[in-house]
């Protein structure tokens, strides 16, 4: 079985820096692209960042310079580096990924979640 395991979030004032980690693991699946989204109460969930296997890279318009989304494709783990941190950023940020199994069947997995919360 295939899942996505999170870590790094936590409690931070304005101006600090988290970064978040997601590992997939389990055995015969490929992964494509790899991404976050986060969602406060009451709103849609919005897309993060995301980074696909050749590295290209994707983000929230309003977060470019700020957050960072990387790789370690050798280790199936996505980050994300988020810089002044500011209150609005106050989230459950998830992890993505998709890709296919060893039988080729379409995949697409989601994190359970982690929290970040930006006191000001």
């Known amino acids: 079985q295939v899942q996505l395991v999170e870590s790094g979030g936590g409690l931070v004032q304005a101006g600090d820096s988290l970064r978040l980690s997601c590992a997939a693991s389990?055995?015969?699946?490929?992964?494509?692209?790899m991404g976050w989204y986060r969602q406060v109460p009451g709103k849609q969930r919005e897309l993060v960042a995301l980074?696909?296997?050749?590295?290209?890279?994707k983000y929230l318009d309003s977060l470019k310079g700020r957050f960072t989304i990387s790789r370690d494709s050798a280790k199936n783990t996505v980050y994300l580096q988020m810089n002044v941190l500011k209150p609005e950023d106050t989230a459950l940020y998830y992890c993505?990924?998709?890709?296919?199994?060893?039988?080729?069947?379409?995949?697409?997995?989601w994190g359970q979640g982690t929290l970040v919360t930006v006191s000001s």
């Open positions: 980074i696909t296997a050749g590295g290209s890279t």
């Open positions: 389990g055995s015969s699946f490929t992964i494509n692209t």
């Open positions: 993505n990924a998709d890709g296919h199994t060893s039988t080729l069947h379409y995949l697409e997995l």
